[in-house]
Antibody
Framework: QVQLVQSGAEVKKPGASVKVSCKVSGYTLTELSMHWVRQAPGKGLEWMGG????????IYAQKFQGRVTMTEDTSTDTAYMELSSLRSEDTAVYYCATEDTYYFDYWGQGTLVTVSS | QSALTQPPSASGSPGQSVTISCTGT?????????VSWYQQHPGKAPKLMIY???KRPSGVPDRFSGSKSGNTASLTVSGLQAEDEADYYC???????????FGTGTKVTVL
């Protein structure tokens, strides 16, 4: 059984960056395809990007390209999502989730990122 | 990539059925059999309910079923129970560039 445990809530100022972590247990990160999904307050789910096992590369939604970086530390089975140039519209709960043939089967508990001056 | 279209709300009495639609295009829902559905209770992470249009993960009650016709996918919850009251989101593969797109979400209320 895969378990994903994310880092705690963050408060950032506009223009800053935030890095959210997602620790995997039950499997190794190399066995999984990790993706990131966010949800603004009262809004729907939005896919941000993740690892594409077909290409062996990380792919990003067009909306976030140039501003988001997703990395993995296989020595600690921890995935990271860093979002830069934060603005108020980036206030959201950020989820890590594992992907299996284009569906998300395991989810982290979510990390609230608040962007406020 | 635009979000898939879902009705904002749906409701039914206990024991009744409710069906939620998810409308996309031939570039996503209509083009692939990779539609999935997620249930989300307030303050909780989404939970996978249906994948590949109509398959149920282990542990999901068979009251939940999925189907697709053309560019529209549907989730049916039969024998509604109080614990089914939640937000539901569809998702579809949308090609190698956009990969995954979610629906706008539907709030299901059990009357």
């Amino acid at each position: 059984q895969v378990q994903l445990v994310q880092s705690g809530a963050e408060v950032k100022k506009p223009g800053a960056s935030v890095k959210v972590s997602c620790k995997v247990s039950g499997y190794t990160l190399t066995e999984l395809s990790m993706h990131w999904v966010r949800q603004a307050p009262g809004k729907g789910l939005e896919w941000m990007g993740g690892f594409d096992p077909e290409d062996g590369e990380t792919i990003y939604a067009q909306k976030f390209q140039g501003r988001v970086t997703m990395t993995e530390d296989t020595s600690t089975d921890t995935a990271y999502m860093e979002l830069s140039s934060l603005r108020s519209e980036d206030t959201a709960v950020y989820y890590c989730a594992t992907e299996d043939t284009y569906y998300f089967d395991y989810w982290g508990q979510g990390t609230l990122v608040t962007v406020s001056s | 990539q635009s979000a898939l279209t879902q009705p904002p709300s749906a409701s039914g009495s206990p024991g009744q059925s409710v069906t939620i639609s998810c409308t996309g295009t031939s570039s996503d829902v209509g083009g692939y059999n990779y539609v999935s559905w997620y249930q989300q209770h307030p303050g909780k992470a989404p939970k996978l309910m249906i994948y590949e249009v109509s398959k149920r993960p282990s542990g999901v009650p068979d009251r939940f079923s999925g189907s697709k016709s053309g560019n529209t996918a549907s989730l049916t919850v039969s024998g509604l129970q109080a614990e089914d009251e939640a937000d539901y989101y569809c998702s579809s593969y949308a090609g190698s560039n956009n990969r995954n797109v979610f629906g706008t979400g539907t709030k299901v209320t059990v009357l």
